[in-house]
């Protein structure tokens, strides 16, 4: 089976959804602006939730893990993590609860003023992280939205919107990734200088 037709034509998709982010001043200007934001929180003692759904999950794990971790170089954690890795307490708050309060029970919970939740979602339509922001408005939990083309129901509980110009899943998670590692990469350097 000749596989080459597809390849191409994905790949092609992709750098096309890339380019149409390069292009994008406004969408520019709400990444440096997570940026600012994000670097604020961690340098007055705030933490950084991440929340999403399926691939969102997994990309929300993984940007968590980069500013717990490390990203490009060794130096202190910052304070990340996302709020779907506890098993028991997902299951627990689905059963109990319903799912559509996973992220909004939790957040109620850990978040303080100050901090900031960045919810993943490629519609923006997430019930559970609609929810969630819903709860961050009381708190004064800052909200970051990262979602496709029209930011969906997220849109107006968002304190900042990065809304991937696309609406074919694949390209906008692979678009929140690429943007998720370019965040990551500046916080550091932000807070911790140039790469030793």
Do not use: W
């Amino acid at each position: 089976m000749d596989c080459t037709n597809l390849i191409e034509k994905r790949l092609d998709a992709h750098l096309e959804t890339i380019a149409a982010l390069r292009s994008d001043s406004a969408l520019k200007a709400a990444v440096s602006e997570a940026v600012e934001v994000i670097t604020a929180c961690f340098r007055n003692g705030g933490r950084v939730y991440f929340c999403g759904n399926g691939g969102s999950a997994a990309d929300a794990q993984h940007l968590a893990a980069e500013f717990s971790g490390r990203f490009y170089f060794d130096r202190p954690v910052l304070p990340a993590d996302a709020l779907h890795c506890n098993t028991s307490y997902l299951t627990a708050v689905a059963n109990d609860y319903g799912y559509d309060r996973i992220f909004a029970r939790l957040i109620s919970g850990l978040g303080r003023k100050g901090d900031i939740l960045v919810g993943i979602s490629t519609s923006g339509n997430s019930s559970n992280i609609v929810a969630a922001f819903e709860v961050c408005r009381g708190k004064g939990v800052k909200t970051i939205a990262m979602t496709g083309a029209d930011g969906g129901k997220m849109k107006p509980l968002s304190d900042l919107l990065i809304n991937v110009p696309s609406t074919d899943t694949p390209r906008i998670q692979e678009a929140h990734i690429t943007i998720g590692h370019i965040i990551c990469e500046m916080v550091e350097k932000a807070i911790f200088g140039e790469k030793k």
